[in-house]
């Protein structure tokens, strides 16, 4: 290989292959020999632009494309390659520049549209006003010459949109409205639901209430219930109380119709909600009695609830009942079973569920419910929810607001009522195995009990998450993975997750390209900030460290990929995706089974830099660059948005952490050590290790003491010789604590297995719902509640031999 590197193609896999190996800067060096020289494959190109994208040095790569063009000349197949480029590295200077070089020798209308919408892109992105400035006429000139101003200019509708977006950028909204209103877009504008969208909010935004009203009355009478129309009529009515008279008998004459549109219920509610408050639980009333069966109908209506009166809330579920006549309908029916749910929701929802006692009765009146509607189940399919099923979520939400109550309480058998809301979830599911619901809060429920992460993993794999919900989806398991259990078995999950952004590197690009050779420009920008969530989420980046953590613990090596700061942060996870019958103002589902803060961007920092001081600094042997970095982890602990979001142990190897650095460079001095030493192991000491400690503390613990030893072993070999006999005596005590601490692990792990069983067992035998609800009502016995002991045994027990070989791994 080192004979031929005269050939390009070697020179580039040679460096693919360090850059891949984590030797990126070898990579980098190596490719840098290219540049003096032509390059005639652009696919060879596209190689070196990745490898120098994945340093952070992709503009660098540029060079290579103008030594291609000036090569090769300037074609029109060279420069569409250069421009897919530019959008591949996101550079949008250059992918101005290239499609200037397409329009100036190859000019064309396509040419002329990519021109000018990366310009509006970099006006959207630009911080620079006077780029943006001159930017903006370059665009508006480009646009009005390809768009022209003549009545006989047929426009497509993504055209229309781009020339739409440019006139509201360059502050030309009047003229886009006054397009938008035009005869030459009326038939785009009717086609089109975001351009009719683009034409409202643009009449609002200059105030022309009367063309908005009348053109939302036109559309709203010729059938277009949609809730763009919807809301213009509303807005209207806020700013101009002479219409209101008029819109309001615009609903009541749609309500009048054998079949009404939700929105148009919804419509009315916001409308009384507004402006005729005396009429608003009349409004609901109508709503949920037409639309009862339908299980949104209960989020529609829950947040207009607060704007009733304190004495039509005391009523409104017995009102409600009467209503919905739930006494003549006969147990046995789906209407009885759509009615009662629907009024449990609002029991819960309003508060009537507010001691021990009625959660008891509440939870009773959900199972009864349950069984009614599993019976008229029997002939669904297999993939579908059972009928009723919400009464289920219903009571597993009322057992952790017990369980809530009673851990504040000191109740040393408060988790007795989670382990029952598992049970209870683990027998409906044999029924309604698809039901993501129910694994979900299984999922939550099993992560709040120490081993229960592969009795979570086992449930979260049954749900068959697609690779693009694993951003949104993945962190209510994987958060804190490695602490929880510290196995290779992780890493598979944690692999699945990056294959998004992989996929995303790999082919958002290339759907953007398309995008722009189809002329869909209204698709580009969608593209483009689908990319940017991706590229800067939040997950990914705690996937990133995730999957260092477990690789370092498992193998005592640092990981080979680059760990980057979650610079721009996008958080996209959803921490509402669970079911909630609550009010917003309350603790969500989610909040409460919660095994530990949330980690954001300050922890990911924390620990980013973390590593980075151990392993590139201190491993290495720059003290200084070590230093730096502790002050800067310490600056960040400081806040009050980091510190919220550590656990104590992860609080304790922080500190730790800075203190190492802090103290590097005195090391390489041979300064005397003693006192700093001295107050780490005080920080050591302050947690102590007994058969109860859970796993994840252990975990965390030995996670701790690897960075130590790590750090000690350096500072032994970079210590002066003639400082070495101080130095060993300054660090011998904490030496002798790291390994009393480690090796207490393993008998203290052995004798924690023993007690699993029998506490597991307490907990069954304390069950909240066995001493509440009458044996026949609950839709499991004591046998079976004896096999899901049995199950999270087997999930404490893989726990703890992953905390075993981690404990073999940590040594000096």
């Known amino acids: 290989m080192h004979r031929s590197l005269q050939k390009e193609s070697t020179v580039v896999y040679s460096a693919l292959t360090l850059a891949k190996g984590g030797r990126g800067a070898e990579a980098i060096k190596l490719l840098e020999t290219l540049k003096t020289r032509p390059i005639s494959d652009p696919e060879t190109i596209n190689i070196i632009q990745a490898i120098y994208a994945d340093q952070g040095r992709a503009d660098e790569s540029f060079v290579f494309w103008d030594s291609y063009l000036k090569h090769n000349g300037r074609n029109e197949k060279g420069l569409s390659l250069y421009f897919q480029a530019c959008i591949r590295t996101k550079n949008l200077a250059h992918q101005r520049k290239a499609a200037l070089e397409l329009q100036k020798h190859f000019p064309s209308r396509q040419h002329s549209l990519w021109l000018i919408f990366t310009m509006y892109l970099i006006c959207m992105k630009s911080e620079n006003p006077t780029e943006v400035s001159l930017l903006k006429q370059l665009m508006l000139r480009s646009a009005d010459k390809v768009f022209g101003e003549g009545e006989d200019t047929v426009f497509e509708n993504e055209e229309l949109h ?110 009384t909600k507004l402006f005729a408050k005396d009429e608003l639980l009349d409004s609901i009333f109508t709503y949920i009695k037409k639309q009862y069966v339908k299980p949104i109908v209960f989020d529609d209506v829950k947040g207009t609830l607060k704007e009733l009166t304190s004495e039509q809330r005391l009523g409104f579920v017995s ?89 504040a309480a000191g109740n040393a058998y ?159 996870r959803d921490i509402r995706v669970m079911v909630s019958f609550t009010d917003e103002n309350k603790p969500t589902i989610d909040e409460l089974l919660r095994n530990a803060p949330q980690p954001g961007t300050p922890w990911i920092h924390l620990f980013v830099d973390g590593h980075t001081l151990v392993q590139d600094h201190i491993v290495q042997g720059d003290y200084n660059k070590a230093k730096s970095a502790a002050e800067a982890m310490q600056t960040l602990l400081d806040t009050a948005d980091a510190k919220a979001q550590l656990t104590p142990e992860e609080l304790r190897h922080v500190k730790v952490l800075i203190q190492l650095g802090m103290m590097a460079p005195s090391v390489k001095a041979g300064e005397n050590l003693s006192d700093s030493f001295n107050a780490i192991l005080e920080q050591l000491k302050t947690e102590t290790y007994t058969p109860n400690t859970p796993y994840v503390i252990f975990s965390k613990e030995l996670e701790t ?30 030496r002798d604590h790291i390994l009393a601490k480690i090796s207490s692990v393993s008998g203290l792990i052995k004798q924690k297995k023993k007690q699993t069983r029998k506490h597991l067992l307490d907990i069954l035998s304390h069950s909240f719902l066995s001493s509440s609800i009458a044996q026949e009502k609950l839709p499991y016995n004591r046998d079976y509640g004896r096999q899901i002991v049995d199950n999270a045994l087997n999930s404490s027990h893989l726990v703890g031999d992953a905390v075993a070989k981690v404990q073999k791994v940590v040594h000096f």
């Open 414 to 572: 408060c988790q007795s009522v989670l382990f029952d809301a598992i049970v209870l979830l683990e027998k409906v599911l044999e029924k309604s195995y698809h039901n993501y619901h129910f694994k979900l809060l299984l999922v939550r429920l099993y992560l709040m009990f120490d081993g229960g992460f592969p009795a979570a993993m086992f449930v979260y794999d049954t749900m068959s998450i697609k690779q693009v919900q694993n951003d949104t989806l993945a962190h209510h398991l994987l958060t804190r993975a490695t602490s929880l259990y510290p196995s290779y078995n992780i890493q598979s999950k944690l692999n699945d997750c990056m294959k998004l952004y992989s996929a995303n590197e790999l082919e958002t690009p290339e759907m953007i390209f398309d995008a722009y050779q189809r002329g869909a420009y209204s698709q580009i920008e969608d593209f483009v900030a689908f990319r940017s969530r991706l590229d800067h989420s939040t997950w990914k980046s705690l996937t990133l460290l995730e999957r260092a953590r477990i690789h370092y613990l498992s193998s005592n090596k640092a990981p080979k990929e680059y760990l980057p700061r979650c610079s721009n942060p996008k958080d996209n």
């Open 705 to 734: 003491m690897n960075d130590l030893i790590t750090c000690l072993n350096s500072f032994t070999y970079h210590s002066p010789s003639s400082g070495k006999k101080a130095y060993n005596a300054s660090v011998r005590a904490l």
């Open 319 to 407: 009102t409600l009942s009467n209503i919905l006549e739930l006494a003549a309908d006969k147990e046995n029916t789906l209407s009885y079973v759509y009615k009662t749910v629907l009024l449990l929701k609002f029991r819960y929802f309003l508060g009537e569920i507010s001691s021990t006692e009625a959660r008891k009765q509440f939870i009773s009146d959900c199972l009864d419910v349950y069984q009614i509607g599993s019976d008229l189940s029997k002939d669904l399919l297999p993939t579908d929810f059972s009928y009723g099923y919400e009464s289920i979520l219903l009571a597993v939400h009322t057992l952790v607001d017990e369980y809530t109550e009673q851990k």
């Open 162 to 271: 781009l020339y739409v977006d440019v006139l509201k950028v360059a502050g030309k909204g009047d003229v886009a409205l006054k397009l938008l209103s035009s005869d030459r877009a009326s038939e785009c504008v009717k086609s089109d639901a975001d351009l009719l969208l683009k034409k409202l909010n643009l009449m609002r935004e200059f105030a022309q209430w009367d063309s908005l009203f009348t053109t939302a009355k036109s559309l709203f009478e010729s059938g277009n219930l949609d809730w763009k129309v919807c809301s213009a009529l509303l807005d209207c009515a806020k700013n101009d109380e002479n219409v209101r008279s008029t819109v309001l008998s615009l609903i009541k004459e749609k309500l009048s119709a054998s079949k009404v549109e939700r929105n148009i219920y919804l419509l009315h509610i916001e409308f």
